[in-house]
């Protein structure tokens, strides 16, 4: 089988709509996919009814923003039920402080390049959790950069004169929610160094503590000697191990399948859940 567990749509920061991902994973030759979007699980009902037209397997998830001790952690959440939860509160508490923090980083901006907030609403569309992608995407089209890459790596940079912190909560905090809502929760992309400062082996264990279910091992931003450590860590805490593309359509070179998760390693995560049915799995 090939398993593809962390996956984005226009519901939060990629370029493709929800069924449309799902279409995409069955063109790649997907057994399985997870829709992970930022903060939101809008995407959940078409995705559903594309996997069931095209018999490809479904996992509903979602991709929470945490930060521990100041550094960025991304927690994959999957198959938790939604409704009543605190998870989803906490979600939907994130989604508007992720508007006003956008609006804070675009009107900045506005001061030294053509863009406007306007501009970053008309791409993001009515329903997109907004973030920093919708962002990097009015300065390609006002030919400010060239794509999300070059936004990031200089504009958007988190250590730029128009950065603003996202208030989140602690990956703590987040795999207990995720827990009392039935879903299971692995460390997104632990070893991400390009990204920015990386969670130490002290948080490492304090997350493990806290519950966690699983790392996120294969993934293009974890450097090949870091997987290796992930992997040996995962092994002596009994954690599952994914691999995974974040496809984002083409906001970003990532291809479906470019790294996928074990069938065991699947089962065990879904043995781990009592929210959702993962779907055609």
């Not at 939604?82 to 609006?103: K, L, Q």
């Not at 460390?187 to 699983?214: C, K, N, Q, T, Y």
């Not at 984002?248 to 070179?253: A, D, F």
């Amino acid at each position: 089988m090939r398993i593809d567990l962390h996956t984005h749509s226009t519901a939060s920061d990629g370029t493709d709509a929800p069924g449309e991902v799902v279409e995409a994973a069955a063109a790649a030759g997907l057994d399985v996919v997870a829709l992970t979007d930022h903060d939101t699980t809008a995407g959940w009902e078409p995705a559903a009814r594309a996997a069931a037209s095209l018999d490809i397997g479904l996992l509903r998830g979602m991709e929470v923003s945490c930060r521990w001790e100041g550094i960025s952690v991304h927690m994959l959440c999957y198959l938790h039920s939604p409704e009543g939860a605190e998870i989803t509160e906490t979600i939907d508490e994130a989604r508007r402080a992720r508007v006003v923090r956008s609006r804070t980083i675009a009107e900045r901006i506005a001061e030294d390049h053509p863009i406007t907030w306007e501009d970053v609403l008309e791409i993001a569309g009515p329903d997109a959790t907004i973030g920093r992608p919708h962002i990097a995407d009015a300065l390609v089209r006002a030919g400010v950069v060239a794509d999300r890459t070059e936004a990031f790596g200089a504009i958007l940079s988190s250590s730029g004169r128009y950065y603003v912190p996202l208030p989140v909560i602690s990956p703590l905090d987040a795999v207990r929610m995720i827990h009392e809502a039935g879903g299971a929760a692995v460390f997104a992309h632990p070893r991400a160094s390009a990204r920015g400062r990386v969670v130490p082996e002290r948080g490492m264990r304090e997350i493990i503590a806290a519950g966690l279910d699983g790392l996120e091992v294969d993934h293009r931003d974890n450097p090949a000697h870091e997987r290796a450590w992930l992997r040996r860590v995962a092994a002596d805490a009994g954690l599952l191990v994914t691999g995974s593309s974040d496809f984002h359509g083409t906001g970003k070179p990532n291809r479906l399948g470019e790294n996928t998760t074990a069938r065991d390693q699947l089962l065990r995560l879904v043995e781990r859940t009592d929210g959702v049915p993962a779907l055609g799995v």
